[in-house]
């Protein structure tokens, strides 16, 4: 069955310092990866995506992410954290053409200033 | 382009009850998605609509079901509430076709309505 592991919780980082929030996934053949952002009562925000390709993938506000099948792992980096970065971050995988996405429990990301 | 607009944000239900909530898809957008996201969880896929028929479903009870219509706004319906049900529920438009997943371009998803039943 697919599912989606994140295994921080809760991270604080302070303002300026690098981030790294982890995501592990559990999926036959290669999955689609995605990292969603959601702040305090609003929706979910697309940062990123994975299909196919190379491996290191860009997203929006700076943050990327890092596909390792080996290690069945898809990471989500930014080198210097702001404050306004402080949310709730989803890691979730979307097996072959089911149109479902597999979310992760979530990490919330406190920034100290 | 609009995105994806869920009403009402917020609803107070009785246990029991029958609720219906709403989503309009991003412009050009031909599939829905609702998601569950119960306090401090991730998502759980509830079910996908495409082209008005469904097109998938989580591991839901028959009491949760939904509609599409020719605009390719939806709702989504739960009958018989209970406490449980109580959560955010999220729609997330794309623009794909049946068995493609939104792969190519993702999912917008909206704002979400907060149901809680007591």
């Known amino acids: 069955a697919q599912s989606v592991t994140q295994p921080d919780i809760h991270i604080t980082v302070s303002e300026g310092a690098s981030l790294e929030l982890r995501c592990n996934y559990s999926y036959g053949a290669t999955p689609y990866l995605f990292w969603y952002v959601q702040s305090p009562g609003q929706g979910l925000q697309l940062l990123l995506k994975y299909f196919s390709g190379d491996t290191l993938v860009q997203g929006i506000k700076g943050f990327e992410a890092e596909f390792k099948r080996s290690q069945s792992s898809f990471n989500l980096r930014k080198p210097s954290v702001h404050w306004s970065d402080a949310a709730e971050y989803f890691c979730a995988v979307e097996g072959g053409n089911t149109g479902k996405l597999i979310f992760g429990q979530g990490t919330t990301l406190q920034v100290k200033p | 382009e609009t995105g994806v607009t869920q009403s009402p944000t917020h609803l107070i239900k009785t246990r029991g009850q029958q609720v219906t909530l709403r989503c309009s898809s991003q412009s050009g957008h031909n599939t829905v998605s609702w998601y569950q996201q119960a306090l401090g969880q991730g998502p759980q896929f509830i079910f996908q609509y495409y082209r008005e028929e469904e097109n998938g479903r989580g591991n839901f009870p028959p009491r949760f079901s939904g509609l599409q219509f020719p605009n390719y706004s939806s709702e989504l319906n739960v009958n018989a509430l209970e406490l449980d049900d109580s959560a955010l529920y999220l729609c997330?438009?794309?623009?794909?076709?049946?068995?493609?997943?939104?792969?190519?371009?993702?999912?917008?998803f909206g704002s979400g309505t907060r149901l809680t039943v007591v």
């Open positions: 997330a438009s794309s623009l794909e076709g049946r068995g493609t997943g939104g792969t190519n371009y993702g999912y917008t």
